[in-house]
């Protein structure tokens, strides 16, 4: 299916005259593929470009990337190291506490901080000997949205069996869709028998926070994205801290 783009609008008010919150200044016939239409059928809805299916998509918020670190028995003592993208850090103690962990992370030459949290939590009475608690690093800002590959070395370590780091939660590797583009109303989505799922999307304008469909107003994903994006692309957020 070809779809145009529909000559700018100056107002809403014969293309989307039951949203009175909602001005736009062009808008523009996009496909969202095949049964696609539930997720978008609530007010103003967030739409991103998949870069994979060439079809556009509900907004998505970045997925993480989660490692984790635990043991079988207790490591009474010795070093590891972790590997992030091919960098290793330095030798880590195995008593080092979590501010020695994300130091040591922070500290890889791929690595900026706020980039990989640490976090640690009770092992069940297992002691590692790495503060006794097993660790969970998870991909966050600038790798927010990335797959990245990490590993460790705990060869060094005495006392213990079982030192492993698993991939806990698989991250995937942004297709787009985490980044929002436009909004999409419900009132112009249509769904034809091929089951082809298309709707107009404003490109810019301004739009009231509460018509807005995410987990919440205050959400600091949709603040993040939205204060580089959406401000960029000429859409105001109203009634929304910071965003104008």
């Known amino acids: 299916m070809t779809l145009k783009a529909q000559p700018a609008l100056t107002s809403n008010t014969d293309q989307f005259s039951t949203q009175k919150r909602f001005e736009c200044t062009e ?6 593929g095949t049964d696609a239409a539930a997720p978008l059928l609530a007010l103003l809805t967030p739409v991103a470009y998949n870069e994979n299916t060439g079809y556009w998509a509900k907004w998505a918020k970045p997925t993480q990337d989660v490692y984790t670190i635990a043991v079988t028995t207790d490591y009474t003592s010795g070093t590891f190291t972790v590997t992030i993208d091919g960098e290793t850090s330095g030798t880590i ?11 040591a992370v922070d500290a890889l030459s791929n690595v900026r901080s706020g980039d990989i949290v640490v976090t640690e939590a009770a092992a069940g009475g297992v002691d590692i000997d790495l503060g006794g608690f097993i660790f969970t690093f998870a991909t966050t800002g600038n790798f927010r949205g990335r797959a990245i590959t990490m590993t460790a070395d705990f060869g060094s370590l005495v006392g213990g069996t079982g030192a492993a780091i698993t991939n806990t939660v698989a991250g995937v590797e942004a297709n787009g869709t985490d980044i929002p583009k ?13 089951g082809e799922t298309v709707g107009v999307v404003m490109w810019a304008g301004k739009v009231h926070i509460d018509d807005i469909t995410v987990e919440s107003a205050d959400d600091s994903d949709f603040q993040y994205i939205a204060k580089k994006t959406f401000r960029g692309l000429g859409i105001r957020i109203e009634s929304l801290a910071g965003i104008r």
Request: proline share 3%.
């Open 182 to 194: 436009a909004f999409v109303a419900p009132t112009s989505i249509q769904t034809y028998a091929d």
């Open 93 to 103: 103690a195995s008593s080092a506490s979590l501010a020695t962990v994300q130091a």
């Open 27 to 32: 808008v523009k016939n996009v496909t969202f």
